[in-house]
């Protein structure tokens, strides 16, 4: 009896099994001494079995192998070769491949060829790999791919960890979900929270609004459709008008925040840089709606508009078609604009409570100031200049010709003055409205991108 205990402690092989069950029951019912010691015995045989069976569930078992070899190594340590048609498993992980060294002593396998690793519902591929039985992890080298429900990694180099459900990827990264695509140098997945970190060189396209981000840094969830770039984040949006000219939105800030669910906004945070076309922008914040295509500027924006510079504590514009259609500036509005290229110095301005800008075909149409109106207008006779008008009242109104002012009108509390050439000349400064401020660090798109992006 003590020999077949040792032998059903190291049992693999289920018809042991089955014949201890076959004599326990021959001996149900005669009531012999022997058998109530013989079931004691089977009784404590699987209760030791179970503690072994416990022991041994983390070893790596071999399934198949076509040619199978064993060796020791130098060291002492005892190795299987095995050719064709290999596979383990451990637990509920299995692993295929073309050719495996088992490290028996380190319960590790070294995965050669076609290497396929298969927990649940997580794939992972490669040339190369090794399975660590005691971490419970898997390394793929070459061509890797890790396939969730929801995502889809790609890389030189990958590890996923079973147990936790992450993945740590290096070297030319790429991920795709439902909605974007990312490229990075390095990235950790977290299967339970569907989110991903990438560092290096992280580049994240959405490829429904023709958005890519650009950073060092990113935190992406796929299950909210959430990105979060930091360390030097730029943007880039390509879009086509009209006339199929190549319309381009440049940013860049410190932080930038998108949200590619019904929002489709983005929150580009700090020393925000913004470059389109015609329109150049800096400000503290500003919050970007892709798809009702507004921009809002808060915290001391400054919007340039081909020949406009505009100020104010926010600033709200509306785009249509990717050209912009209004600018709204609420609270300290100012507006000034070069009167004419032979008058460096000399600069058309309004200012009020709040003024409200419209566009058309990228020209300025009209601009109407409320509250606290007052406007300084330059007058030329010809290339001569001839003088300036300073008026004030409740309301301005100003349209404009091919984007120049053309017609005035003014509402309520009507006041007036106007300056002759010859008192211009000493100093035509002077003149200039309170809260003139011009500013000369208009961004291009060679400020957010000094080389051309890859997109």
């Not at 005691?134 to 080298?141: F, P, Q, R, V």
């Not at 979900?177 to 990075?184: G, Q, T």
């Not at 560092?199 to 959405?206: D, G």
């Not at 409570?353 to 010809?382: C, G, H, P, W």
Request: net charge positive; with cysteine.
């Amino acid at each position: 009896m003590s020999g077949m205990f040792l032998k059903f402690f190291s049992v693999e092989n289920l018809q042991e099994v089955k014949f201890l069950f076959q004599r326990w029951n021959l001996c149900e019912g005669k009531g012999q001494g022997g058998c109530r010691k013989y079931k004691m015995m089977v009784m404590m045989m699987f209760a030791v079995a179970g503690l072994s069976f416990s022991q041994q569930s983390n070893l790596i078992i071999l399934q198949n192998a076509d040619e199978f070899a064993g060796k020791r190594l130098e060291n002492g340590e005892d190795i299987r070769e095995l050719t064709g048609n290999v596979n383990f498993r451990q637990g509920d992980a299995r692993v295929w491949c073309d050719k495996a060294i088992q490290f028996i002593n380190r319960n590790e396998v070294e995965l050669i060829g076609n290497v396929k690793v298969v927990r649940d519902t997580v794939t992972l591929t490669s040339k190369h790999g090794r399975y660590y039985g005691n971490l419970h992890k898997a390394d793929g080298e070459g061509n890797v791919k890790l396939k969730t429900p929801h995502v889809t990694l790609y890389a030189d180099i990958g590890t996923y960890y079973l147990d936790e459900k992450r993945a740590f990827f290096q070297r030319n990264v790429k991920v795709v979900d439902s909605s974007s695509i990312i490229y990075c140098e390095q990235l950790t997945y977290y299967e339970k929270q569907r989110k991903s970190e990438a560092v290096l060189n992280v580049r994240i396209v959405t490829p429904n609004d023709n958005v890519t981000m650009f950073g060092n840094y990113l935190i992406h969830s796929d299950s909210t459709r959430y990105s979060k770039m930091t360390e030097n984040p730029r943007m880039i949006q390509i879009d086509t008008t009209d006339k199929g000219e190549i319309d381009t939105l440049a940013i860049k800030s410190m932080v930038m925040e998108a949200f590619d669910d019904s929002t489709k906004k983005m929150i580009i945070k700090d020393s925000v840089v913004i470059v389109r076309g015609g329109l150049a922008a800096r400000s503290g914040l500003v919050k970007y709606f892709r798809q009702d295509e507004m921009i809002e500027l808060y915290y001391n924006p400054i919007v340039w508009y081909q020949e406009n510079q505009v100020t104010g504590d926010t600033i709200f514009l509306s785009l249509e078609k990717n050209r912009l259609k209004t600018a709204s500036i609420r609270t300290r509005a100012f507006v000034l604009s070069q009167s004419d290229s032979t008058f460096p110095n000399r600069y058309n301005q309004l200012t009020g409570r709040t003024i409200r800008m419209t566009f058309k075909e990228n020209k300025l149409q009209e601009t109407f100031v409320e509250r606290n109106a007052i406007s300084l207008y330059f007058l030329y006779n010809d290339s001569t200049g001839n003088g300036v008008n300073k008026t004030s009242g409740d309301a301005i109104t100003m349209k404009f010709d091919a984007g120049k002012p053309n017609t005035i009108y003014i509402i309520k509390g009507i006041e007036g003055s106007f300056y002759p050439e010859n008192f211009l000349v000493k100093d035509e400064t002077m003149y200039n409205l309170d809260g003139f401020l011009l500013r000369n660090d208009r961004p291009k798109f060679s400020t957010i991108f000094p080389t051309k992006p890859k997109l």
